[in-house]
């Protein structure tokens, strides 16, 4: 525990203190509270995506069986050229926010390969932005739960350090300034009867 002045002015200020560190205090857990439901939501949202995207990917393996013609369509044949993103605020948190993706696809001949790899193609782009999506979400955990562990680390300091400190403080400080007032009032007692003694004496002696 710090040092600290015995005085009345440091009471108020440790007193002061206090009323701040109860103030701020049901903010911070209420937002800690807001960060972890929303990290739940979010990161059962990417689990759904991902979910959403494997059975995507395991009709199109399906689907290209169909056709017998496997070596066909090559995964390069669509690329990502651009992914859009938003902004968005969670518990003064700035997260990023997927809007979408532009792609591009590889040259083919379109006389020589069949007529589904359009079709495939299209596949692909849904299965690509169902993985920048997860991609983001991801962030928007990582940027949430790395708040969190702040928020959390001052409510805890809120709690079990600076409150019980404080009030600690404020109580040592009413006992030292209560044990000097009771002082001062013996102090000013025995100097009333010594100077009674004094006088009673001085008295005697004009007689």
Same mark, same amino acid.
């Given at each position: 525990m710090?040092?600290?002045?015995? &005085?009345?002015?440091e009471?108020?200020?440790?007193?002061?203190?206090?009323?701040?560190?109860?103030?701020?205090?049901?903010t911070?857990?209420?937002?800690?509270?807001?960060?972890?439901?929303?990290?739940?939501?979010?990161?059962?949202?990417?689990? %759904?995506?991902?979910?959403?995207?494997?059975?995507?990917?395991?009709?199109?393996?399906?689907?290209?069986?169909?056709?017998?013609?496997?070596?066909?369509?090559?995964?390069?044949? $669509?690329?990502?050229?651009?992914?859009?993103?938003?902004?968005?605020?969670?518990?003064?948190?700035?997260?990023p926010?997927?809007?979408?993706?532009?792609?591009?696809?590889?040259?083919?001949?379109?006389?020589?390969?069949?007529?589904?790899i359009?079709?495939?193609?299209?596949?692909?782009?849904?299965?690509?932005?169902?993985?920048?999506? %997860?991609?983001?979400?991801?962030?928007?955990?990582?940027?949430?739960?790395?708040?969190?562990? &702040?928020?959390?680390?001052?409510?805890?300091?809120?709690?079990?350090?600076?409150?019980?400190? &404080?009030? %600690?403080?404020?109580?040592?400080?009413?006992?030292?300034?209560?044990?000097?007032?009771?002082?001062?009032? $013996?102090?000013?007692?025995?100097?009333?009867?010594?100077?009674?003694?004094?006088? $009673?004496?001085?008295?005697?002696?004009?007689?």
């Amino acid at each position: 525990m710090a040092k600290i002045k015995l &005085t009345k002015n440091e009471q108020k200020t440790q007193k002061d203190a206090l009323k701040m560190y109860q103030r701020y205090l049901p903010t911070l857990t209420l937002k800690k509270q807001q960060l972890q439901s929303e990290i739940r939501i979010i990161d059962e949202k990417a689990k %759904a995506v991902r979910a959403r995207k494997l059975a995507l990917e395991e009709d199109f393996r399906k689907w290209i069986s169909v056709f017998g013609e496997k070596d066909v369509f090559r995964p390069d044949m $669509v690329t990502v050229k651009n992914i859009r993103k938003g902004w968005g605020n969670i518990a003064g948190v700035k997260i990023p926010v997927y809007e979408g993706a532009d792609f591009s696809r590889g040259d083919y001949n379109l006389y020589s390969t069949p007529l589904w790899i359009d079709l495939a193609a299209d596949r692909m782009e849904k299965a690509l932005e169902l993985d920048l999506e %997860a991609e983001v979400l991801d962030e928007q955990v990582r940027l949430l739960s790395k708040e969190l562990r &702040t928020t959390t680390q001052r409510v805890n300091l809120f709690e079990k350090v600076k409150i019980p400190e &404080t009030k %600690a403080n404020i109580k040592r400080i009413g006992i030292f300034l209560g044990d000097e007032q009771v002082n001062a009032v $013996v102090r000013s007692k025995i100097s009333k009867k010594k100077l009674q003694a004094a006088a $009673v004496v001085s008295g005697e002696a004009d007689q």
